[in-house]
């Protein structure tokens, strides 16, 4: 049986030296670990080959020196106050710390803060253990982006209809029938005022008129299905929300056009229009290619009512569905019935001021 000062015996029967055996601990810490000591008080006292060669700093450089001299000024005091608040009572400290390299480059580390206490409970020092998990924070900011990126194509509301919380979970199929108001809006005479301008400005131009129009949609609870070219196709969970958000389209359109006049351009005009009832949410196309939609009679009335303010003195036309379903009755006219394109009965239709 071996003693405590005997050799260590390998299954070969070689004789490996707890010296021998020390240096291949350390050499594999190092290989893997950023590893360094501090006094009571906080001053490095020891670091290790990583410690030096991720912070970029030399072991003569950081010998006596305090931890913030890799401190990144991105990261909050209170996390130092908490680590210090927690070593201080000898407990183990756990945690997330971004740090600052000798060139300014940022890394994070995962770092496990450990006091040593001498047998009547006194705190000697504090040894810190760290992995580099730079390349996994990058990575998650990455798929952050991306994923905060979809939202702009698909909206966020529109898959929690879908009963989906994110667009990972989009499947090809996935579908929900659901009652809403559905509102079409449409720049008149757009596009040939665009067959006068460079393709840029055509943009440049149609982003301007969405950036003051577009806003009144998610300001009263409403969800931007898509774009259409110069039109725009909304829904509503509620038809009052919806009234209220055409109503304040044309406000913004107003603001807009003042803008125009002042630079001597032509004012716009939209029409709008609403409808409500039940439509099909969902995912079309193929497995390497889908988007969302929307199916329904609902939707067709809505776009047919958008392109019949051409025929009327009204820039929105409302459904009696819409006007049954909703409060909102101020600036309301009956203008009486209207025969949609591809729809065999009419329907009776509001006008709103």
């Not at 670990?33 to 970029?56: H, M, W």
């Not at 005022?193 to 806003?215: G, I, K, W």
């Not at 829904?235 to 807009?256: C, E, I, K, S, W």
């Not at 776009?303 to 409060?327: F, I, W």
Request: aromatic share 8%; glycine share 8%; proline share 3%.
């Amino acid at each position: 049986m071996n003693t405590i000062d005997s050799p260590i015996q390998s299954d070969h029967k070689h004789a490996i030296s707890a010296e021998d055996l020390l240096h291949q601990y350390r050499y594999a810490i190092d290989q893997s670990t950023i590893l360094s000591k501090t006094d009571p008080r906080g001053f490095i006292t020891y670091a290790n080959d990583e410690f030096c060669r991720v912070a970029q700093f030399r072991l003569d450089e950081l010998i006596g020196q305090r931890h913030n001299i890799v401190r990144h000024p991105a990261m909050p005091s209170a996390a130092f106050h908490d680590l210090w608040n927690t070593i201080k009572t000898a407990k183990v400290w756990n945690g997330i710390i971004q740090n600052q390299a000798k060139d300014g480059s940022s890394y994070w580390v995962k770092t496990t803060v450990i006091p040593i206490v001498d047998g009547e409970g006194i705190i000697r020092e504090h040894i810190a253990i760290r992995d580099d998990i730079t390349e996994l924070i990058n990575l998650q900011d990455r798929l952050e982006r991306m994923l905060h990126a979809s939202e702009r194509f698909v909206p966020t509301e529109f898959l929690r209809l879908l009963e989906r919380e994110n667009i990972a979970e989009a499947q090809l199929g996935d579908s929900r029938l659901v009652g809403v108001t559905v509102l079409f809006a449409d720049i008149r005479g757009f596009t040939g005022m665009s067959e006068q301008q460079a393709p840029d400005a055509v943009m440049q131009e149609l982003n301007r008129f969405y950036s003051h129009v577009t806003p009144a949609i998610a300001n009263h609870g409403g969800v931007i299905d898509k774009y259409i070219g110069d039109a725009i196709m909304a829904l509503f969970p509620d038809a009052n929300q919806a009234l209220q958000a055409a109503r304040a389209m044309l406000g913004g359109l107003t603001v807009y056009n003042q803008e125009r006049r002042q630079q001597d351009l032509l004012p716009y005009r939209i029409g709008i229009g609403l409808h409500s009832g039940q439509v099909i949410l969902g995912t079309v196309g193929s497995e390497k290619r889908f988007s969302t939609t929307i199916l329904g009679d609902a939707v067709n009335v809505a776009a047919r009512l958008e392109q019949s303010t051409k025929q009327v003195e009204y820039d929105v036309l409302v459904s009696e569905e819409t006007v049954r379903m909703a409060s909102f009755e101020e600036g309301l006219k009956r203008l009486g019935k209207l025969r949609l394109r591809g729809r065999q009965e009419p329907v009776t239709v509001y006008g709103l001021r």
